[in-house]
Nanobody, 127 residues
Framework: QVQLVESGGGLVQAGGSLIISCTASGFGFDDYAMGWFRQAPGKEREGVSCISWGGARTKYTDAVQGRFTISRDNAKNTMSLQMASLKPEDTALYFC????????????????????WGQGTQVTVSS
């Protein structure tokens, strides 16, 4: 049974930093790309970042490029998102997702490219 469990969310002031993590089980973690998505109230789920199976290739949405860093540890079946210079507009429920393939394709930002999801961890940035 595939399980993706996010952790590390919380409340942080604008300009601050936060690291959220995802622990995976029930599948060959190092066979698949992984992604982070976020969803704010009243908005669609948005692709934030993607990392390929080995960690060599990463993708970011323009809104977080240069502020967020995605990484993975295949020995520990974990993935993290380091978030810096946080803004109130980063406030959202952040989801960890398992991609259907081993790479971050051109559709990496689409939820349709992922077939397993975690329950999410809330990140709130106060102004």
């Amino acid at each position: 049974q595939v399980q993706l469990v996010e952790s590390g969310g919380g409340l942080v002031q604008a300009g601050g930093s936060l690291i959220i993590s995802c622990t995976a089980s029930g599948f060959g973690f190092d066979d698949y790309a992984m992604g982070w998505f976020r969803q704010a109230p009243g908005k669609e789920r948005e692709g934030v970042s993607c990392i390929s199976w080995g960690g060599a290739r990463t993708k970011y949405t323009d809104a977080v490029q240069g502020r967020f860093t995605i990484s993975r540890d295949n020995a520990k079946n974990t993935m993290s998102l380091q978030m810096a210079s946080l803004k109130p507009e980063d406030t959202a429920l952040y989801f960890c997702a398992k991609a259907s393939s081993s790479i971050c394709g051109n559709d990496w930002h689409s939820p349709l490219a992922y077939n397993e999801w975690g329950q999410g961890t809330q990140v709130t940035v106060s102004s």
